[in-house]
């Protein structure tokens, strides 16, 4: 009986769980509101296929990056200071790209603070890892995961918003953010009794760097989740350069697909608390492979090119669900933030590079189907590592490494949870 209470998720989880997942949304939205609008920033600053895709990978890369350091504030300072307080300083890029945007040097220094929105991942995810019980954490990271869909919705609504005003989409987004910011600061508590580490920031990241599952599970996320950043910042420059679409419809197609990869994140999550979440992994990764392949070859978009970029959709937003459900398995609660940190940012890392390796060899061949040749060798390479060694790891075995890692990075503050 007392196993039982002790696992039952309390209400404060759930409101928790709504809370954050809509500030990774708007703050998401925030992380890609120049993508929407890149070929309009191309054509009236005659920006090369290159400079453009410097413009919405830079976002990427910074956001990725300063996971790190902020998955790790978190672990010391709590989700209830960080996430108002991330969300509040992203309100100052977004205005900033209102006096800038006649300016590429300018825009691209404002791209580069922009990044700011995109660590909020690292602050949700040990919020909810401890707020929910083992069995039910892939459900939770995989809807808190939801918040991609702020991708979705800069796709969908920014170059709509746009057209009544240019400026208007991101005095929409920084509004909205100052009204969360409030709200995350109002609303948001941390667990009680979630473990503070202790040890000085360094010595915690050293500690979550040394574990050999860290780099395997950033490895794995870098071709889901890197996989969904990179569709979803470049695909609208790749529809409407190869597919000649409007950027109108270029964003709408880049919303369906990046919708898609919101309504099966949570699904991989929900099917890793079944199944292995490795096994989950490995599956959706081979179907990635295989349908890239497809993709390569140029396909008409109506209806076969269309059907392979959603079920690409549906692959990459399954592992991504899946790889961190695997992360909350075989990581100690007092270094969730840290790893996921790290995890976050090579993750992210991996939606940085292919926009600029998708328009380099554009600009070198006229053809994009050495970027999806390489897609399906990645997601292949995931597949099987996922299967021949991720099923092999077990979290009572991956806790010790991890304490014995903290131990020398975060002293007394690493401990066995369960």
Partial sequence: METAQENRTPPAAYLNLAVVTVGFTLTFWAWDLIAPLAGDYGDRLGLSSFQQSLLVAVPVLVGSLGRVPVGALTDRYGARLMFPLVSALTIVPVLLLVPTRDSYPATLAVAFLLGIGGTTFAIGVPLVNSWFPPERRGFGLGVFGMGMGGVALSGYFTPRIARHGEN??????AAALAVYALLAAALVR????????????????????????????SALYAIGFGGIVAFGVYLPTYLKTWYGLTPTDAGTKAAGF??????????GGWLADRVHPAVVTSAA???VALLAVVQAFDPALDPVGTICLLCIAAGLGTASGSVFALVSQVTPQPQVGSVTGIVGAVGGLGGFVPPLVMGAVYAAEDSYSIGFMLLSDLALAGCVYAYGRMRTVRPAVAESGAESGAGAGAGAGAVRTR
Avoid at 258 to 267: E, H
């Fill in 285 to 287: 990764l081979g179907c």
């Fill in 190 to 217: 941390d667990r009680p009794d979630r473990p503070m580490p202790t040890a000085p920031l360094g010595r915690r990241l050293a500690g979550a760097g040394r574990l050999r599952v860290t780099w395997e599970l």
């Fill in 258 to 267: 990046a919708l898609l990869t919101v309504v099966f994140r949570p699904f």
């Fill in 168 to 173: 208007l989409p991101f005095l929409v987004v």
